[in-house]
């Protein structure tokens, strides 16, 4: 039996979902994975890779040279199924997808970012045209999917979703196992602290892109009324900053803040770094999808303190697991800092129910069953189109497939 083709396109992120690529091979799917960047790690994992560069940017003479590098490699490959991730993939996918009537489009909304979330006067012009793109692309989207509520209500309340289906699926899921594994062959945090030179300092870590938009001047700004209080801490920044262009943090505003916040760039030992850290905060401005990171450090059971924002919300509970605090809030952030540094107790039992909470709700093999009901109940329906649409009889009365709905019935438990 052949096993059906899926194609999943992604960001510069993309490598990050290996496990989730490789856990719906194993449930029988052809997987052939695009995106930006270095395609060692998919090399290593055994994955066909296929190199889509397109810019992150406002740039539309890159957008059309991507658009028909994706439109040829869907020709080359011809898979039954298109999976998509990225704010810019989400509009570009689906068109270049348009001249294949036998692909299966499914677009996962992994936040509204920059576009929905910034004031500045290129976003507010933006997104008119942005929501214009998004319902002519919905026409092409056989299945819609969002990391959160609030997005999906949002996509709704603004017509950007078409007949196809629309339902929920928190996250892309992360493999608990893998992550315990990279900590338990990583560093150790003691040779992490030497070699960071944070001695027995109490740290803070956040791991974001620097960008303004996630929040870090509002971070320095807490780092500030913290050390105030408790010199002694480090605030730990790991995330590139060189890459993010006109939204990039300044390095003269991190300086200004030395020693006790110390901007080591992106890392690879991650899980190894998150067991350094006494408090992990996440202070983005954007409407994330659901936050990787907080996932990673609520899996290592590191006290949270996160801003109340779509997909932030959807992993703390303020005061159960965690705190959460308004964006553009450096007192209240400094705050919430501090009382999970003074109350140990409080700050370890948060951790704990952080951990059991992601183990519970978005674990990779959740996530991975939740995704592969999506596309075999649209294998399904289109197989049964096509046997039906090729029947003489059916074809000479004017048959038409029945166009997807939101519905529970059809994809299970996916909106669980």
């Known amino acids: 039996m052949l096993r059906?083709?899926?194609?999943?396109?992604?960001g510069e992120d993309h490598c990050l979902r290996i496990p989730f690529l490789i856990a719906l091979r194993d449930k029988g799917f052809r997987i052939s994975a695009a995106a930006p960047g270095d395609p060692s790690p998919f090399a290593r994992a055994g994955l066909d890779y296929h190199p889509v560069n397109f810019a992150r940017f406002v740039n539309p003479l890159s957008d059309w040279a991507a658009l028909k590098t994706i439109s040829k490699l869907i020709a080359d490959l011809r898979p039954l199924l298109v999976q998509c991730f990225d704010t810019k993939l989400n509009v570009l996918v689906p068109l270049a997808a348009r001249g294949f009537r036998d692909v299966g489009v499914v677009s996962t909304i992994n936040g509204l970012g920059w576009l929905y979330s910034s004031r500045s006067p290129m976003a507010l012009g933006l997104r008119p045209v942005h929501r214009v793109l998004h319902r002519l692309t919905a026409r092409s989207t056989a299945v819609t999917v969002f990391q959160n509520r609030d997005d999906q209500a949002f996509f709704v309340r603004h017509r950007m979703v078409g007949t196809g289906a629309n339902l929920v699926v928190p996250?892309?899921?992360?493999?608990?196992?893998?992550?315990e594994q990279a900590v338990a062959t990583g560093p150790l945090p003691a040779d992490l602290r030497h070699a960071l030179?944070?001695?027995?300092?109490?740290?803070?870590?956040?791991?974001?892109?620097m960008t303004r938009q996630k929040g870090i001047p509002t971070l320095l700004e807490a780092a500030a009324l913290v050390h105030q209080d408790r010199p002694g801490v480090r605030f730990l920044l790991v995330g590139p900053r060189e890459t993010e262009g006109r939204l990039a943090v300044r390095q003269a505003e991190i300086d200004r803040h030395a020693p006790y916040v110390l901007a080591i760039g992106p890392r690879s030992d991650v899980p190894a770094l998150l067991g350094v850290a006494d408090v992990f905060a996440l202070p983005t401005e954007l409407r994330e999808g659901v936050p990787r990171v907080l996932l990673e450090a609520a899996v290592a059971g590191r006290p949270i303190v996160a801003t109340r924002m779509?997909?932030?919300?959807?992993?703390?509970?303020?005061?159960?697991?965690?705190?959460?605090?308004?964006?553009?809030?450096?007192?209240l952030l400094a705050e919430r800092i501090l009382d999970l540094l003074r109350d140990r107790e409080t700050a370890d039992a948060m951790g704990a129910r952080a951990a059991r909470f992601v183990s519970q709700e978005f674990n990779l093999g959740i996530t991975v069953a939740r995704y592969a009901t999506v596309y075999e109940q649209l294998l399904k329906r289109s197989v049964r189109c096509h046997l039906q649409t090729v029947d003489d009889g059916l074809a000479k009365d004017g048959f038409e497939c029945e166009p997807y709905h939101h519905n529970a019935s059809l994809f299970g438990d996916c909106e669980q």
């Open 197 to 209: 030179g944070l001695g027995t300092s109490e740290v803070v870590i956040t791991v974001t892109r």
């Open 4 to 10: 059906p083709h899926l194609l999943c396109i992604g």
């Open 310 to 331: 779509s997909g932030c919300t959807d992993v703390i509970r303020d005061g159960w697991n965690g705190f959460l605090v308004p964006p553009h809030a450096p007192r």
């Open 171 to 179: 996250s892309s899921g992360i493999d608990i196992e893998r992550f």
